[in-house]
Each structure stands twice: as structure tokens, then as C-alpha cells.
């Protein structure tokens, strides 16, 4: 099954030109732009984790760094579901204006409808996500070495958390070499 979530979410796969070109209208329309990933793509679960802070202010021909985020999530989650995520605080408040999957897992096992009776016939449904079967860590194909908590200092610096393939496993916390952090001067400090 084809999880469905999103701006674009019926249409085929977006190529990385077309996610460039939505990417410059959201710049040009001056909206935060977001990288977002999970292994739980249950429709009402729509808190993410960050891959890294949002990038505000960015110029309408900042493409290529929010490019880079996207390629460093998807190399750093390959069996996940990334997402974009555009927000327009032009009202004062933060509005999602686009958002849509950039990242999927090869194969994608889906949901199934349960249904339950409860009191005076009346029947109760919920979705359930087959993907959720498995503990986090070992879902979409992933060894299980690994748990779904992440520091918030990971999501400062754009390192991968723990149920990352390119986190290292021997007890280290350090990441993989071939992930760099980016730096975020001025973060944290009042």
C-alpha cells in the first residue's frame, strides 16, 4: 500500500527537480522550510521528528542548502518516510502551507481497519498501522541495533539520532564520518 500524505500525495514520486521547484515558490513566497522524517506514517500522526531546526529568512535562491538537508536525511534514514514541511507566519502564527513526502521506504506494508462492537450495536473503527507491529528501530527493514529517541542536541546539529543506519554502534555516540553536523552559530545562547 502507498501511504498517502500531503500536498502531492496522490500524484507519482516528485523528482528532485520537482522538489527544487517547490521549494522556490515556497521561498519566494518567503515561507520556514522543515525536513522531517518517521517510521510511523499513521495519518493522525502528524508530529515528526525534525531532522533539524527549521531554516527561516532563507532568500528565494537558497535552494541548495535545503537540498542538502533532504539528501543528508534520506542517506541518514533510508527506510523512513522524509518529509517537507513550508510554514507561513504571516499571520502571526505559524500555518503549514505545503507539505509533502520527499523519502519513502522501499516496501511500504500499509494499514488495515479494525473494527470493534461496542454498547447498543454500535461499531468502532480505528486504523492500524502494519508497520506498527514492529517495534521502533525495526521497522522498513532496519536491524533493530537501534531505538527511536533522539537528543535535542542531534537536532541542532542535523546528526542522526539512534534508529539511524549511519549512527555508529559501537557505543559511541558519535555519527558516522560521512554525516557532517552543520554549524548553527548563536543557537541556545539568550
Known sequence: MRVSQGTFSFL??????????QL????????????EYTDDPHPR???WEMWKQPNFD????????????????????PNHYVKLVCYDSGLGKQTTKLAFLVNRPSEEPGFRLERQETHDRTMDYRLHTYAAEAPSGMRYGNDGSITSQRDAAGVQDAMPGQDSPKRSRDGDSAADESVKPESDEGVGES
Open 12 to 21: 507519482p514520486d516528485l523528482s528532485d527537480e520537482d522538489i527544487e521547484k
Open 24 to 35: 522556490a515558490y515556497a521561498l519566494e513566497h518567503q515561507w520556514a522550510v522543515m525536513v
Open 45 to 47: 500522526n502528524y508530529l
Open 58 to 77: 532563507l532568500g528565494e535562491d537558497e535552494v541548495d542548502p535545503v537540498l542538502q538537508d533532504i539528501n543528508d536525511c534520506r542517506e541518514a534514514y
